[in-house]
């Protein structure tokens, strides 16, 4: 199919799972995302000691699940395996 378009979201370490990003629901994305696909990602750091370092980063989604009612209500989580570098 034709490429993903670019959105920018922050990736968050907020699970024993790993890594994921959040999404709102009614997001454009969410219909161009599904378990299992293949991303690449490009990173840039928010430390303000390496705020010129960029990763691009290979990852899998493993999961796309709704947001707990108590946390991230409206938003989907999309659980992210991070692979290699790309």
Excluded at 65 to 76: A, D, L, R, V
Aim: hydrophobic letters at 35%; one cysteine or more.
């Amino acid at each position: 199919g034709p490429p993903l378009p670019i959105y920018q979201f922050a990736l968050k370490d907020i699970s024993s799972k790993g890594m994921c990003i959040i999404v709102r629901d009614g997001s454009p994305i969410l219909k161009h995302l599904r378990e299992g696909q293949m991303l690449e990602l490009k990173c840039y750091s928010r430390d303000e000691f390496k705020s010129n370092i960029t990763k691009s980063l290979r990852a899998e989604i493993r999961h796309i699940t709704n947001g707990e009612p108590w946390h991230y209500k409206g938003s989907f989580l999309v659980g992210l395996l991070i692979l290699d570098k790309a």
